[in-house]
Nanobody, 121 residues
Framework: QVQLVESGGGLVQRGGSLRLSCAAS????????MGWYRQAPGKERESVAA???????DYADSVKGRFAISRDNAKNTIFLQMNSLEPEDTAVYYC???????????????WGQGTQVTVSS
């Protein structure tokens, strides 16, 4: 069983910064993909940032140059550094990974519980 625990959300003023963390626990053999998504009220969930196992990262146009995704392999933790935040960034942020476990030997998708980010103007 793999669990993801997110932290780091909160209330920040326009132009401020936050760093989200997503710690994965369980019998993880490897993490093949990791990503951050967000869902604002009344809108569909959208991809914000993604990183594949080799380290290549991709970002939504709306956050390029402001957000950065990273990982700590030793701690199975992924991060989202968010700078120059705007009220439009207000949403619940979710992390997602594709992870392989050995018992059983499967690769599955796992989601975090979500963390609220609110940017005031």
């Amino acid at each position: 069983q793999v669990q993801l625990v997110e932290s780091g959300g909160g209330l920040v003023q326009r132009g401020g910064s936050l760093r989200l963390s997503c710690a994965a626990s369980g019998s993880i053999f490897s993490i093949n993909f990791m990503g951050w998504y967000r869902q604002a009220p009344g809108k569909e969930r959208e991809s914000v940032a993604a990183m594949v196992e080799g380290g290549a990262a991709d970002y939504a146009d709306s956050v390029k140059g402001r957000f950065a995704i990273s990982r700590d392999n030793a701690k199975n933790t992924i991060f989202l550094q968010m700078n120059s935040l705007e009220p439009e960034d207000t949403a619940v942020y979710y992390c997602k990974i594709w992870a392989r476990t050995l018992q059983p030997d499967i690769t599955e998708e796992y989601w975090g519980q979500g963390t609220q980010v609110t940017v005031s103007s």
